[in-house]
């Protein structure tokens, strides 16, 4: 194993070996998953592209991405590596970097979610849109994880939106996550009787609701209709996972830690930890797409044996002070550094006809925050990976120009499968920068 | 709230427009006091929207704009404001109105507001006369009034905190808590209770919907599975060893103390825990060390514990077994049979000890004997805790446990050791005592190194090993008891000989008026008695049938909503909206009774109930979250500032009680509304004062919050002089005087400044000391665009910037040598040089922050912002609580009685 690349964060001896556990049992189990992943896979899709990618991933931090260290000075293919991204080097065939690109959203953390909702931050998400599209017949529509959040985010701080632009709860303990991913058998025999019962007396609260809505105001049936909507949410859910318990996804004896590092200085393992599952969870067909919401507060992180010299807000906030900037670009790079194990870990799977999962998923990488030390959502750093585009390398485009973020995501979309032409503020495409 | 949408077909407007986000909390809009320091918003997008709408409807059912008025606007306003020129997006130039629309409505109240504070038209522009301005205004006012009613709060589901507490008091399980990931509230107006941000999502019902099954499993239990008997054998290197409680020596695990304290005295198998409550089969094998005459028999005593029990808890926490005497110091074997519950395993602790950690005077009447006996004994404890005599420093917590045991082992063995003070009376021996005599010294320290020479020398009693066999038959545990306790309480009655059916009837007839807060009628009984029997006749067994009618009601809509029923609240509504804005919990028994009876919707009851409920605690929920939601002290936790201000978890707890302690004895003692600005008191603690508040000399432990007299016209105390405060102000890092100034016109001032707009390039602080924050701001209030709102938002951010991100009084700019200027001009012309003259401002227009008050509490009590005739119902009752003086328990009581709070 080449221990170079492994996150430094948490000291060599300790993580390989964890490391090492985790993918080495992930990928024991890798046959008998891929078949069960392609049994999945033959079901009921039907996109115009059969060849395109199947899945989606997007991935944002709360606090940015240090700009100058993100972007390569050079354009096109040929670039040097600059410091954050130095990590994924060795995908740099499978990536391309976008600079100057957003959604000409509101500033402020208030506005964050444009990252993906584009100029109406707290609007149904792209992520949202996506699996309302492509993700209905998994058995997760779509997975929102976090880490190194200590609490749960909500409203305008939350990352994805639904139709109805209510904001979706995240998950931040993998060990419920595995949980809810492999279910026992000894569970799956209750939890189907719980289904079962629990669905077929729904009936009763909507017909209570009903009778309650008739004397109200047309306002207030209005807001009652949210309760209707979220019953009828709960009975498909319901349904959905009746249907997956007569086909369960073979636990693949993934170790997790004893206890779940949800301590925010703790964010680089647990993100490590999430990564691995959501590739457990595209490889077995349990879901199409992800993300995974990198949270940022006051945490100090030590990185390379060395306490950074400010919390992870208080760097993001550098002033232009060059040894802040180095230790947040540190932290960036960290962050990195468990990114390209993702990148990795995905390489090394089956994704469907052959594909390795990385050329199967469209791995979308950035942020609602342009520079958070001026609070300022403008050009915001984006890298898109994988999906088996025809990657670019950097893409710079000048702050003037029409092109937004939302371009991008239609292109991204379409290749999907998702056959959009206009998302949020964006009527345009990027389809010729990435073929 | 959604005012990103924008009426379809509105020229030059298919994109919405972003940037200034609206926030709706209420703008005081009428001449209230002389002095008033406002905001004209510019720019504001979204009644440019507003108008619009107006326009298309005016076919319908507009009204014609009477001549009078219509002219004061033709000659004042529609030159700037006309669909050719709309400054500002704002257009007056209408021939008629749609009064019902409810962003006319809005509109015109800020055309009133603007015109009676006279801040339209614009200085330098023509003026019309005091005449015209109140032709205008009664106008306005006229209309306003007639197409406004009090009332209208959207339905709302119960919040997070509310859902908690409710779900507790209903079924009695105080210690519930949620499960992870349950979705929280969106905050509205500036709170997580507002009819607008309680949305219901599938994500909420998925939650209720699993808290509804873990209720149901408690109470309605499925049948315990039969496990099989296993037989689990420990020996000594299966037991925990903690602290100094036990070591091993010489293969056998040896005990000393019976200190009450679990951690210092108890040992435990680390392996087992009971899989399910039932009786099982111990033996234990032990033997004595070393007795003395009199130590006999060892008592053994065995308890069973939790084993997520914390390693904090006291012996008497564990549920007692037996006691087992041991006397010979051969292997002996003691057996019975017990109940262990599940998750329960074994305790062992030696009873008879003579050593007790915890247990002070014995340990100094102990250590006393012992070098009145043995004065080398007392010699090398003195050669351990004083090395340097006692002249130097003692020598305590090093000699914590077998590291303090080798010490003084160490001066027992030397030849040469100091016998000098080797006397009762010497003052080493003395203090030494009163060592043993303290907590830590002899609870921790010398107590845990003592222990050390029982292992080693005895006497001791030890163990060999333990086996664990079973379970026989299972048994109900004391959980178990308790949740069948609920079921048979909230039912009012135990299942016996009762058929399913009637049981079920007769628990329905006495929870579901609990659960949905008000009588339910035999109908709706009915439909939930249906569930239940539908369900056993297809053959499901009474737990289940009862199991799936507990989940049912616990999602129903009665139960997660409040306060369905339009108009003037009925008595049940009453007392759900009393209750859950003075404890966040449903109505008790006492308010449920007089709802019915019919008596609570009489003001004097109305009253009595709400001093009843007043809180007398800091963790009163309406101290606690409306002033963390009102004054963002709720947040403070996430701020976690800078290292170099040392504020950490306990400073940070500090500053929110001050908050807190300070808000109640307002209420308590029915302080004026001033009092909030500039007080007499405050609350802190000693170090903390002398730390952040440059406040000497208080008495009593350093960090225990006590109540403190200030002078009134103090840097500190009141609102704006808080640690807490200038905390959440700033971001732990750097202060922001933008924001700062921006949260107390909205805070304290009541005024919601608009967002930034998105083309202004935002500010980036420059913390290498070049410039100060007053002249990076000064470049971008050069700019028009900026200094319409700058101009009122900064002075007041710059007043308080000697408060540094915590609150602590600075003299100079951080990474500058220069001195703080905090002086600023407020925008009714007054020159103030710090925040001792804003403090002076406040009070001396103590109307502003008094509305502002009363308004927050009414938003935060009703769950919806207020409208005109709202705020005019809540300026009466300000007016009348200044003029009669009045204080902060008068303000909430005059509240509860009002229109506003009894109508949904």
């Known amino acids: 194993m080449n221990t170079k690349n492994l996150p430094q964060y948490l000291g060599y001896s300790s993580v390989d070996r964890r490391y090492f556990i985790r993918t080495a049992s992930a990928s024991l189990s890798l046959p008998a998953l891929t078949a069960f992943g392609d049994s999945h896979a033959q079901k009921g899709f039907g996109e115009s592209d059969q060849n395109g990618p199947r899945n989606f991933v997007a991935i944002g931090t709360y606090l940015g991405w240090h700009q100058n260290a993100f972007y390569p000075r050079e354009t096109g293919l040929e670039f040097e590596i600059p410091a954050t991204l130095k990590p994924v080097a060795e995908f740099r065939q499978h990536f391309t970097v976008f600079s100057g690109l957003d959604h000409r959203a509101g500033n402020g953390h208030n506005n964050w979610s444009n990252f993906l909702c584009g100029s109406q931050p707290g609007t149904y998400s792209f992520d949202q849109l996506i699996a309302d599209q492509i993700g209905k017949q998994s058995r997760f529509a779509s997975l929102q994880l976090t880490t190194g959040s200590g609490e749960n985010r909500t409203g305008l701080g939350a990352m994805n939106f639904s139709r109805e632009n209510i904001y979706l709860p995240m998950l931040r303990r993998p060990s419920v996550l595995y949980r809810q991913m492999f279910i026992t058998r000894e569970d799956r025999k209750r939890t189907e009787y719980l289904l079962k019962s629990g669905r077929s007396s729904l009936d009763h609260v909507v017909g209570e609701a009903k009778r309650l809505s008739a004397s109200l105001p047309a306002a207030d049936r209005e807001k009652l209709a949210e309760y209707f909507h979220s019953v009828r949410s709960l009975e498909g859910r319901m349904g959905r996972q009746l249907r997956t318990l007569d086909n369960p996804a073979a636990d693949p004896g993934y170790k997790l830690p004893e206890n779940d590092p949800i301590t925010p200085n703790l964010q680089m393992e647990a993100s490590v930890i999430m990564y691995d599952l959501i590739a457990i969870a595209l490889e077995c067909g349990l879901t199409r797409v992800a993300t995974l919401f990198l949270d940022g507060l006051g945490q100090v992180f030590t990185i390379n044996g060395r306490p950074l010299s400010s919390g992870y807000h208080g760097l993001s906030h550098h002033g232009n002070d060059p040894a802040m900037i180095r230790d947040l670009v540190l932290l960036d790079t960290a962050h990195l550094e468990c990114f390209a194990h993702f990148l990795r870990v995905l390489r090394e799977k089956k994704g469907t006809r052959g594909k390795t999962l990385l050329d199967d998923t469209i791995v979308l990488l950035g942020t609602g925050m342009g520079d958070a030390s001026r609070h300022s959502n403008r050009d915001l750093p984006t890298l898109v990976a994988g999906g088996g585009l025809a990657h670019k390398g950097h893409v710079a485009l000048t702050g003037k120009q029409e092109t937004l973020l939302g371009d991008l995501y239609i292109t991204l979309a379409q290749r999907l499968g998702v056959e959009i032409d206009s998302f949020s503020n964006a009527r345009g495409n990027m389809n010729e920068v990435l073929s | 709230m959604n005012f990103r949408g924008f009426p379809p077909g509105l020229p030059g407007h298919q994109q919405p427009v972003t940037g200034h986000k609206i926030k709706t909390v209420p703008l005081m809009t009428v001449p209230f006091v002389a002095a008033v320091l406002l905001v004209s918003l510019p720019g504001l997008t979204w009644f440019r929207g507003a108008v619009a709408t107006a326009q298309v409807q005016t076919e319908k059912t507009a009204t014609a704009v009477p001549d009078a008025p219509r002219e004061v606007l033709q000659k004042y306003c529609v030159d700037c404001h006309q669909p050719d020129a709309a400054e500002g997006g704002i257009i007056l130039d209408v021939d008629s109105i749609n009064w019902p629309e409810k962003d006319n409505l809005e509109l015109w109240e800020k055309v009133l507001h603007n015109s009676s504070q006279s801040r339209m038209p614009p200085p330098g522009s023509d003026q019309p006369t005091a005449g015209e301005r109140k032709l205008l205004g009664d106008w306005i006012d006229g209309q306003l009034s007639r197409h406004l009613r009090i009332g209208g709060t959207a339905p709302r589901r119960l919040n997070q905190a509310e859902y908690l507490k409710t779900v507790r008091e209903l079924v009695s399980m105080r210690d519930y808590e949620l499960p992870p990931g349950f979705p929280g509230d969106s905050e509205v107006h500036g709170f997580d209770n507002m009819g607008e941000g309680l949305v219901m999502s599938p994500a909420h019902?998925?939650?209720?919907?699993?808290?509804?099954?873990?209720?149901?499993?408690?109470?309605?239990?499925?049948?315990?599975?039969?496990?099989?008997?296993?037989?689990?054998?420990?020996?000594?290197?299966?037991?925990?060893?903690?602290?100094?409680?036990?070591?091993?020596?010489?293969?056998?695990?040896?005990?000393?103390?019976?200190?009450?304290?679990?951690?210092?005295?108890?040992?435990?198998?680390?392996?087992?825990?009971?899989?399910?409550?039932?009786?099982?089969?111990?033996?234990?094998?032990?033997?004595?060390?070393?007795?003395?005459?009199?130590?006999?028999?060892?008592?053994?005593?065995?308890?069973?514990?939790?084993?997520?029990?914390?390693?904090?808890?006291?012996?008497d926490n564990f549920r007692f077994l037996k006691d087992l005497p041991f006397t010979s110091k051969k292997s002996q074997t003691h057996a019975f049979e017990?109940?262990?519950?599940?998750?329960?395993?074994?305790?062992?602790?030696?009873?008879?000890?003579?050593?007790?950690?915890?247990?002070?005077?014995?340990?100094?009447?102990?250590?006393?004997?012992?070098?009145?006996?043995?004065?080398?004994?007392?010699?090398?404890?003195?050669?351990?805790?004083?090395?340097?005599?006692?002249?130097?420093?003692?020598?305590?917590?090093?000699?914590?446990?077998?590291?303090?045991?080798?010490?003084?082992?160490?001066?027992?063995?030397?030849?040469?050791?100091?016998?000098?003070?080797?006397?009762?009376?010497?003052?080493?021996?003395?203090?030494?005592?009163?060592?043993?005599?303290?907590?830590?010294?002899?609870?921790?320290?010398?107590?845990?190194?003592?222990?050390?020479?029982?292992?080693?020398?005895?006497?001791?009693?030890?163990l060999h090993g333990y086996t664990i066999e079973g379970p026989t038959r299972l048994v109900d545990s004391d959980v178990d008891k308790r949740y069948q306790q609920i079921a048979r309480s909230i039912a009012g009655t135990g299942k016996g000989k009762l058929g399913n059916e009637k049981y079920a009837r007769t628990m329905l007839a006495k929870f579901l008026p609990r659960a949905f807060r008000r009588p339910v009628d035999n109908s709706t009984l009915e439909a939930y008695l249906k569930i239940a029997s539908e369900h056993w006749e297809k053959g499901h067994t009474f737990h289940e049938g009862m199991h799936l009618l507990m989940r049912n009601i616990l999602i129903s809509p009665q139960f997660l909503y409040r306060s369905l029923q339009p108009g003037e609240l009925d008595d049940h509504d009453l007392a759900v909206r009393l209750s859950y804005f003075f404890t966040q919990g449903p109505p008790d028994a006492q308010l449920a009774a007089l709802a019915n009876a019919g008596k609570l919707t009489d003001s004097k009851q109305l009253r009595t109930q709400a001093k009843r409920l007043m809180p007398n605690r800091r963790e009163h929920p309406l101290v606690r979250s409306f002033t963390g939601q009102w004054l963002d002290t709720r947040g403070l936790k996430s701020i976690m500032p800078d290292p170099k201000f040392k504020f950490e978890a306990r400073e940070i707890n500090i500053a929110q009680a001050e908050v807190e302690l300070f808000f109640l004895d307002m209420i308590r003692e029915n302080r004026p509304l001033r009092d909030f600005i500039d007080p007499d008191f405050t609350w802190t603690a000693p170090y903390f004062a002398k730390r952040i508040y440059q406040i000497k000399g208080l008495r009593g432990r350093h960090d225990k919050l006590q109540r403190v007299k200030i002078p009134r016209g103090s840097r500190h105390g009141g609102l704006l002089g808080m640690s807490a405060i200038m905390m959440t102000t700033a971001n732990g890092v750097d202060t922001q005087p933008v924001l700062r100034g921006a949260w107390v016109l909205e805070n304290i001032l009541g005024i919601s400044p608009p967002e930034p707009p998105d083309d202004v390039p935002a500010l980036t602080p420059d913390t290498r000391g070049t410039s100060t924050p007053r002249e990076m701001l000064a470049a971008h209030t050069g700019e028009d665009s900026c200094l319409n709102c700058h101009r009122r938002i900064d002075p007041l951010g710059f007043a308080l910037e000697n408060f540094d991100p915590v609150g602590k009084w600075r003299e100079k700019w951080p990474g500058t040598n220069r001195q703080i200027d905090a002086s600023a001009t407020l925008t009714d012309g007054t020159k103030i040089k710090d925040v001792v003259d804003l403090k002076k401002w406040l009070v001396s227009n103590e109307s502003i922050f008094a509305f502002n008050l009363a308004s927050k509490l009414m938003v935060y009590a009703t769950g919806r912002p207020l409208n005109y005739v709202e705020k005019k119902e809540i300026r009466?009752?300000?007016?009348?609580?200044?003029?009669?003086?009045?204080?902060m328990r008068d303000l909430i009581l005059d509240l509860v009685v009002t229109q506003t709070f009894r109508t949904k």
């Open chain 2, 338 to 462: 017990t109940e262990l519950y599940k998750g329960e395993t074994l305790s062992f602790r030696w009873k008879n000890a003579e050593f007790d950690h915890n247990n002070l005077k014995a340990t100094v009447r102990l250590m006393t004997n012992w070098f009145e006996r043995d004065k080398r004994w007392l010699a090398a404890w003195q050669q351990a805790v004083f090395p340097g005599g006692l002249k130097g420093k003692a020598r305590i917590s090093t000699l914590r446990g077998l590291n303090g045991w080798n010490v003084i082992n160490k001066a027992l063995q030397d030849p040469d050791l100091d016998m000098s003070e080797a006397t009762m009376d010497s003052p080493e021996t003395k203090e030494l005592l009163r060592i043993f005599g303290t907590v830590g010294g002899g609870t921790h320290n010398l107590g845990d190194a003592l222990c050390h020479y029982y292992f080693n020398q005895g006497p001791s009693l030890q």
């Open chain 2, 876 to 887: 009466q009752l300000v007016a009348s609580n200044l003029s009669e003086k009045g204080g």
């Open chain 2, 205 to 315: 019902i998925a939650s209720y919907s699993r808290v509804a099954t873990e209720i149901a499993d408690l109470l309605y239990p499925q049948p315990r599975k039969a496990v099989s008997s296993r037989i689990q054998r420990g020996g000594v290197e299966d037991l925990v060893l903690s602290f100094s409680a036990s070591a091993i020596k010489e293969g056998k695990l040896r005990l000393a103390s019976s200190a009450r304290d679990i951690m210092r005295s108890c040992t435990w198998p680390q392996q087992h825990q009971a899989k399910v409550s039932g009786v099982y089969r111990v033996t234990v094998d032990g033997s004595v060390f070393k007795p003395r005459d009199g130590d006999l028999p060892m008592i053994l005593e065995v308890r069973a514990r939790q084993v997520s029990a914390s390693e904090r808890s006291v012996i």
